[in-house]
């Protein structure tokens, strides 16, 4: 499989937003039916999960960012959203975006979230 393509990252300051992407290129025939989550990974640490989205727009959220990151969709467009607010230097990471497990992507480069003053 394709992998999916993330942009968006950027070195921010406490405090600050940003808005990723998740878009599927030649891989969106099916994209639309899965769920869709958005990971990270920060140096030295596992890959850890943040957030997922349905194809109905159910959402869940890890509790580190619970009420400050909001994840969307637009099916049409095949592209999935992250919404960071009030990004702390521990949101520090690489994000990725690929389906919940089973994976049906192979995983992308990512884009590179940095937060600091």
């Known amino acids: 499989q394709v992998p999916l393509v993330e942009s968006g990252g950027g070195l921010v300051q406490p405090g600050g937003s940003l808005r990723l992407s998740c878009a599927a290129s030649v891989s969106g025939r099916m994209f639309r039916f899965y769920t869709i989550a958005w990971y990270r990974q920060a140096p030295g640490k596992e890959r850890e999960q943040v957030a997922s989205i349905t194809s109905s727009a159910a959402t869940d959220y890890a509790n580190s960012v619970k009420g400050r990151f909001t994840i969307s969709r637009d099916n049409a467009k095949n592209m999935v959203y992250l919404q960071m607010n009030s990004l702390k230097p521990e949101d520090t990471a690489v994000y990725f975006c690929?389906?919940?497990?089973?994976?049906?992507?192979?995983w992308g480069l990512g884009t590179q979230v940095a937060v600091s003053s």
């Open positions: 690929n389906t919940i497990p089973p994976l049906r992507y192979t």
